[in-house]
């Protein structure tokens, strides 16, 4: 009986694991790709998975979060970006 148990162990973690993994890897794209655009002080067009499109003058870090400046009735204001709420990131 404990033999059983032994196999069975290793196959539930591993199928715990993978969604988990591959979250990782979205994040990490995502948050490659608005620190390539912080770098290059570059403008960017984002689409949320609402199919919001967003289109951001500027993009900085502030206590480790990703914002962005957008343009909204001739003033910029400041928008807290959340990476999870990110489907597409596209540099301008």
Do not use: C, R
């Not at 196999?7 to 990490?28: A, G, N, R």
């Not at 289109?55 to 999870?84: H, P």
């Amino acid at each position: 009986m404990k033999s059983l148990e032994k196999i069975t162990k290793p196959h539930i973690l591993l199928f715990w694991s993978i969604p988990s993994i591959s979250m990782v890897e979205l994040y990490k794209v995502k948050s490659d790709k608005l620190k390539l655009a912080l770098n290059e002080a570059k403008s960017v067009q984002i689409i949320t998975h609402g199919n919001k499109i967003l289109v951001l003058k500027k993009i900085g870090i502030e206590a480790g979060k990703f914002f962005g400046l957008e343009t909204i009735n001739g003033t910029m204001k400041k928008m807290l970006l959340n990476i999870n709420h990110i489907k597409a990131i596209t540099i301008l």
